[in-house]
């Protein structure tokens, strides 16, 4: 089974830019929150949120074209690799989320930037970031508008789950993190 150090390691043989590696650590953080949230192997989920985009910086135009077969060399099982491949559902690859695994890691890829980006516009940051707050922002398309809404609710009708609800799950899960992810606001706390 897939820990957290391995993919950290296996991650950084890959991913070198700061800004990639943020977004493997606030993705890492949200699966852990949706594995407790499920009653599954947090870790396991940490691990595979961290290696999620292994490929990309290397070949962002071909993004997981490259993974399959460094991972199943490196250890993974084909579950682990399939729950990688399935984050890139309709936008890169044909792999279709079927576990809750495999839903929530094609949720929350995006689902995370707008949370980050919500919290770098407050004082406090991640740290007393509100469900409320956040919401207003996801439903201004024109803020974090990179981040693909439309991804983030087909993947909450995959969980049978609001976006409210993932979404306030996934900042629990970030808050313990707000430090490694730059996510602590203006304001000295």
Request: charged share 25%; with cysteine.
């Amino acid at each position: 089974m897939l820990t957290l150090k391995r993919a950290k390691e296996l991650n950084a043989q890959m991913v070198t830019q700061p800004h990639l590696i943020l977004h493997a650590t606030g993705v890492m953080a949200a699966m852990g929150a949706m594995a407790e949230h499920f009653g599954e192997n947090r870790e396991h989920w940490m691990a595979i949120g961290y290696l999620h985009d292994y490929d990309y910086e290397k070949y962002p135009e071909e993004h997981l074209q490259h993974t399959e077969v460094p991972l199943l060399e490196a250890g993974l099982t084909p579950e682990e690799v399939r729950a990688i491949l399935s984050h890139g559902y309709s936008i890169c690859t044909d792999v279709e989320p079927l576990t809750n695994c495999e839903k929530s890691l094609f949720t929350v890829d995006e689902l995370t930037g707008i949370i980050g980006a919500c919290a770098r516009m407050r004082p406090l940051g991640l740290t007393d970031l509100e469900i409320g707050s956040f919401m207003k922002k996801f439903k201004d398309k024109r803020f974090a508008a990179k981040c693909n809404r439309d991804i983030i609710k087909r993947g909450c009708e995959m969980l049978g789950m609001e976006v409210r609800e993932v979404a306030a799950i996934c900042i629990e899960g970030m808050r313990p993190y707000a430090k490694e992810l730059g996510l602590t606001g203006t304001e000295e706390t």
